[in-house]
């Protein structure tokens, strides 16, 4: 039963991840399909940039709450026995399972052919969660898991100036801090995880593999807020 439970928080993570909101959210307030526009990601970048930066923040807060509230209630309602062989509590492992899961729901969902957004917003509301729970200080540990993850994008924002390395680092930052806070090297796992999920779309396929990971690849800070082609 606590098996079928779990894979049942995995799955609806996953699907519940999936919803397109700003894909959505576009189309309702001003009949643009963000498949069409912009860089034609159907994210919050894209809503922001080329149709209302208010209902932008909408769909990038609901796509932030896919995150939070897929980690946050697998914790809440699975079981939360030791798991030795693996040093972590169940619960705790289902709940990371279960983010990851809404990441990739939102990355490649089957709602849209498996062609989503790039799944920041969602993986920022799994790292709000999971800090939220892993530190003692109660609400202070929303923003110090948004402070860790910010701090890991910037890192890459100004020393490479390439949006694939700045979300590589920012998926490490926060794993590491995890894995420190809480004592659960599940969390180094999900690094591993989350960088097969989610770097894939970040990468560019109109230009070479080695020029998408290349240093300094955007000539100004500007140009790597701005929704290109790809």
């Not at 894909?23 to 069409?36: F, I, M, R």
């Not at 972590?88 to 939102?106: F, K």
């Not at 490649?108 to 003692?136: D, E």
């Not at 540990?141 to 924002?157: K, M, N, Q, T």
């Amino acid at each position: 039963m606590e098996l079928l439970k779990s894979l049942g928080f995995i799955a609806g993570s996953y699907l519940v991840g999936a919803i397109p909101f700003c894909y959505v959210l576009g189309k309702l307030v001003s009949g643009k399909k963000l498949t069409e526009i912009g860089d034609k990601n159907p994210g919050g970048w894209n809503l922001v940039f080329n149709v209302s930066k208010f209902w932008g923040f909408v769909g990038i807060m609901l796509d932030m709450a896919k995150g939070y509230f897929a980690y946050f209630l697998a914790f809440l309602f699975t079981g939360d026995w030791f798991l030795g062989a693996l040093g972590t509590y169940h619960n705790q492992l289902i709940a990371i399972l279960a983010g990851c899961a809404a990441v990739a729901g939102h990355n490649y969902p089957p709602y849209m052919k498996f062609k989503g957004g790039k799944g920041i917003a969602t993986w920022g509301g799994f790292v709000i969660a999971a800090h939220y729970i892993s530190l003692p200080f109660g609400a202070i540990g929303h923003l110090y898991g948004l402070l860790i993850a910010a701090a890991g994008l910037l890192a890459g924002l100004l020393f490479a100036r390439n949006m694939i390395w700045s979300i590589s680092l920012g998926i490490i930052f926060s794993g590491i801090s995890l894995w420190l806070f809480s004592g659960s090297a599940v969390f180094l796992a999900s690094i591993i995880i989350l960088l097969i999920i989610m770097i894939p779309r970040q990468i560019n396929r109109s230009i070479s593999l080695g020029l998408n990971f290349k240093f300094r690849k955007e000539a100004t800070l500007g140009d790597l807020f701005k929704p290109k082609i790809r």
